[in-house]
């Protein structure tokens, strides 16, 4: 089955359905997902967004905040338009009847999080901000977007000039072949690579394997953020305890109530998460186990309903006033180079969210820019695309040489997951790395594969070891530590490695000294104006 259109986007998310709702101005849109629509990391999300309101905020203060957090591993010119166009975009949304929770006077109520210097957290339902974006998007889609679930992506398309020009697909009904003048990466994050996690369990890094193998530019795989409060219950974590929880008086402590942050950083229980989740790590790499003391908070289960629910759904008795917790993965700051219009290094090939790498979350994301960069370079990148698009003339496939139908040898899942939580997690060191690594494909192992024979399961597990071999290679490379990135042999932040980014394309990488190529943006800018 082919089917012509203008625009496909890949992933039901913030990121993606925002796009949709504005791009369907113009253009007709088919949304791509390979699960259930609602199933995702938005839709999951108990923290809200972070963006400024309040009198006593300002954009230069969020600015700040990001950038201490992400260790000044960023791009700056986008970290400015992020806050200053992030503002204007939540406030179009509330002006839009997007709902979030108010104070008894009527005025937005802002909550607090880590690393954050002022109250600037808008929630919608308490901690269920990302159900409630994510419907409120689904329920603003014009009719032009249609809308096509559990089916996977599992091949990008380029044609002659080398420019993207559409995607392969399978589902239960087979196989399908959507042609258009643009597609658009909106799939997410990795973190189901690892055994812990906050992530939805097929979150496996889909979109930038696509990406790699269609031949863009990748960059941060070693920035994988672990979130330091995951619901942990007979060995096992279980969704996770939102930051506001601590922003509202929450506080990690050991089994004898001995408070764990004291002392450890100057903002103790609200330090950013490489901080906090280290702590924890270190504290259970000792034997103790590991709570978040929810004693000073009054009426919490009406304050957070989510974490409530899933608390008495394993069994967690909060007449006892403290939640089981462990550190699991919850964020990829990597991902595919694109900029604040989602143009990536292959023209008509975009991408947003997650799967993106803007360097706008450095080395360690911020509490609750997430959402803000979905909504925010969502609308941007739609806009751009209504203004300046184009459509595509040339849908000629390009020759593909030789493809191979000998797959590499690949772990189960459950085992890559438990490498790459033990050898590529919290703390890494060379020897895990490497010996992890000899493991993984290498790119000319998979880069002839014939997709096209393999069924939805193995494609998913390929894509799993393909976006687990540039989180391990991107780690091993940066010798140092960095914000997420702790390297037990390189403990130091070293200065050599400020701005330094790790670029992987077809099986090469390069460090480099910007994040974008000079000739990228130009190439791109002349590819939507022809």
């Known amino acids: 089955m082919v089917i012509k259109t203008d625009i496909v986007i890949l992933g039901s998310g913030a990121g993606a359905l925002q796009t949709a709702r504005i791009l369907a101005e113009k253009y007709q849109v088919h949304i791509i997902t390979k699960s259930d629509v609602t199933n995702g990391s938005s839709y999951k999300a108990q923290g809200g967004i972070a963006a400024v309101t309040g009198k006593e905020d300002g954009t230069s203060l969020h600015m700040q905040d990001t950038l201490h957090a992400g260790v000044f591993h960023h791009d700056e010119e986008n970290v400015k338009k992020l806050v200053e166009e992030g503002r204007n975009t939540i406030q179009q949304l509330i002006g839009q009847h997007f709902p979030v929770d108010r104070a008894p006077d009527g005025s937005i109520s802002l909550g607090l999080e880590g690393a954050h210097s002022k109250p600037r ?10 159900r409630h974006l994510v419907n409120y998007l689904l329920d603003s889609l014009p009719k032009r977007v249609k809308i096509h679930d559990h089916e996977l992506a599992y091949q990008l398309l380029i044609n002659e000039n080398g420019e993207c020009i559409g995607v392969k697909t399978k589902s239960r009904e087979g196989n399908a072949t959507y042609l258009a003048s ?12 690892y055994e812990y996690t906050s992530n939805c369990p097929d979150s496996f890094g889909d979109g930038i394997a696509l990406a790699y193998l269609a031949g863009a530019e990748i960059t941060d795989m070693e920035f994988v953020q672990f979130h330091p409060s995951l ?7 279980h969704g996770l305890v939102s930051e506001a929880v601590r922003g509202a008086g929450g506080l990690f402590a050991d089994e004898e109530g001995n408070r764990i942050m004291k002392g450890v950083h100057p903002l103790e229980d609200l330090a950013p998460r490489h901080i906090t989740a280290y702590e924890i790590y270190k504290h259970r790499a000792k034997g103790h186990e590991v709570y978040i003391d929810i004693s000073k908070i009054k009426d919490f289960e009406d304050k957070f309903p989510t974490i409530t629910s899933i608390c008495k759904e394993h069994g967690i008795d909060l007449s006892k006033k403290r939640i089981p917790i462990a550190p699991g993965s919850h964020f990829l700051m990597g991902g595919i180079i694109s900029d604040a219009y989602g143009r990536t290094s292959i023209p008509r090939l975009f991408a947003v969210g997650e799967t993106a790498c803007t360097g706008v979350h450095g080395a360690n ?10 909504v925010t370079f969502g609308k941007l990148m739609a806009e751009h695309l209504l203004q300046y698009g184009s459509s595509q003339k040339n849908f000629t496939i390009r020759e593909a040489g030789h493809k191979s139908s000998k797959l590499p040898p690949l772990m189960p899942p459950c085992l890559l997951q438990k490498e790459m939580f033990a050898k590529a997690g919290i703390v890494r060191e060379k020897e895990g790395l490497a010996e992890l690594l000899k493991k993984l494909p290498t790119y000319e192992d998979v880069s002839n594969l014939d997709l096209d024979a393999l069924d939805r399961e193995t494609i998913e597990q390929l894509f799993m070891h393909i976006t ?5 290679h991107g780690a091993l490379l940066r010798e140092e530590s960095r914000g997420s990135h702790i390297r037990k042999d390189f403990p130091s932040t070293v200065d050599e490695w400020q701005h330094k980014w790790i670029i992987f ?13 000079q000739n990228q943006i130009a190439r791109n800018a002349e590819t939507v104006l022809q």
């Open 365 to 374: 994301r911020l509490a609750s820019n997430s959402l803000l960069e979905c």
């Open 468 to 472: 687990a071999s540039l989180i391990v």
């Open 182 to 193: 643009y597609v658009i990466v909106a799939t997410g994050g990795a973190g189901a690579l």
């Open 505 to 517: 394309k077809q099986g090469k990488h390069d460090v480099r000294d910007g994040l974008y190529e």
């Open 231 to 237: 619901i942990y219950v007979d060995g096992k974590t």
């Open 121 to 130: 957290i808008i929630h919608s339902g308490g901690d269920a901000t990302g």
